[in-house]
């Protein structure tokens, strides 16, 4: 998925709100395959499970989040149809998630070869509020970033400064 394109200033970003929000060591549950982050929380002392990539629309990890410190949701919930049953569903008292948000200027992405890489919802931050919030979330820290790419054009430049990425630490 990253074969050319590691996203750096992303990963940097999530790791230091995650680690501000919830340091380690700290036994997380990871939603989604194994992936590049996953191997970063690792080398920063986090103990890490992910979830095998069952689709959490149908079977939504009810029971197996108890036994850990933190469930994490990096890029994860624009993916789901329904994510409102996941993050209701929790049993863990800490979330951090990211999320895309939507870029006026863009459509939502859809891979034309991966029916799992595409995004059913790009959020507008008081959108994944709402969802958190009406889930039974209390929302203690948020952030904001942006994702410059290394190309000319005005689409480009709009992504120098234009937030595209949106964190929030939650508790219940």
Same mark, same amino acid.
Do not use: C
């Given at each position: 998925?990253?074969?050319?394109?590691?996203?750096?200033?992303?990963?940097?970003? +999530?790791?230091?709100?995650?680690?501000?929000?919830?340091? #380690? =060591?700290?036994? &997380? %549950?990871?939603?989604?395959?194994? /992936?590049?982050?996953?191997?970063?929380?690792?080398?920063?002392?986090?103990?890490?499970?992910?979830?095998?990539?069952?689709?959490?629309?149908?079977?939504?990890?009810?029971?197996?989040?108890?036994?850990?410190?933190?469930? +994490?949701?990096?890029?994860?919930?624009?993916?789901?149809? #329904? =994510?409102?049953? &996941? %993050?209701?569903?929790?049993?863990? /008292?800490?979330?951090?998630?990211?999320?895309?948000?939507?870029?006026?200027?863009?459509?939502?992405?859809?891979?034309?070869?991966?029916?799992?890489?595409?995004?059913?919802?790009?959020?507008?931050?008081?959108?994944?509020?709402?969802?958190?919030?009406?889930?039974?979330?209390?929302?203690?820290?948020?952030?904001?970033?942006?994702?410059?790419?290394?190309?000319?054009?005005?689409?480009?430049?709009?992504?120098?400064?234009?937030?595209?990425?949106?964190?929030?630490?939650?508790?219940?």
């Amino acid at each position: 998925m990253y074969e050319n394109t590691f996203p750096n200033k992303r990963f940097k970003k +999530t790791l230091e709100f995650l680690e501000n929000a919830v340091p #380690a =060591p700290a036994k &997380v %549950l990871d939603l989604g395959v194994e /992936n590049p982050f996953s191997e970063i929380m690792k080398s920063h002392n986090y103990k890490v499970t992910n979830t095998s990539g069952e689709d959490l629309d149908l079977y939504p990890l009810v029971d197996e989040t108890t036994e850990f410190d933190v469930v +994490t949701a990096f890029e994860i919930f624009e993916h789901l149809l #329904a =994510p409102f049953n &996941v %993050l209701k569903d929790l049993k863990t /008292n800490k979330l951090v998630a990211t999320v895309p948000l939507k870029l006026w200027f863009a459509d939502a992405y859809r891979s034309k070869t991966d029916m799992r890489d595409r995004h059913y919802h790009e959020f507008e931050d008081w959108q994944f509020d709402w969802l958190l919030e009406k889930a039974g979330w209390n929302i203690k820290k948020r952030a904001k970033w942006t994702n410059p790419v290394q190309k000319l054009g005005f689409r480009p430049l709009l992504r120098t400064i234009t937030p595209r990425y949106y964190a929030v630490y939650a508790e219940r």
